[in-house]
């Protein structure tokens, strides 16, 4: 479900804050890593697979990044998730982001793949 630009303009100004530009204010870093955590562990076992998962972001404003494997997966490619530090938004991508077009991700993005990403993750997958 496409959010529209208002909605989206909206939420993302809420949540800037011109002093916490990568975690926002009382940010619980051990807390963070944790969901963090778990979620990549939930995927794991939801997808029957080992994901990869990248906890080393610096200077950037996401906890980390699960790919989920092509031969996990029923859309023919991998699955991005980026985990925000700000308000638990997960950006959800088939193959790196950007490789797909609107059109070309609603085609290609299986709806086996979506619902074993949304239960995990508590989120309903969306455009943004």
Request: with cysteine.
């Amino acid at each position: 479900m496409p959010l529209d630009d208002q909605r989206i303009w909206a939420l993302l100004r809420g949540l800037d804050d011109p002093d916490h530009m990568e975690f926002p204010r009382n940010y619980d870093h051990a807390a963070a890593r944790a969901r963090f955590d778990q979620l990549a562990a939930m995927l794991d076992q939801r997808f029957r697979c080992t994901c990869s998962v990248d906890r080393g972001a610096q200077d950037a404003s996401h906890q980390g990044t699960i790919v989920i494997p092509t031969i996990a997966t029923a859309s023919g490619d991998h699955i991005t998730i980026t985990v925000s530090d700000f308000s638990n938004l997960v950006a959800v991508t088939l193959g790196n982001p950007g490789s797909y077009n609107e059109e070309e991700e609603g085609l290609l993005f299986e709806s086996t793949d979506r619902r074993c990403i949304n239960d995990p993750c508590g989120v309903v997958l969306r455009r943004l």
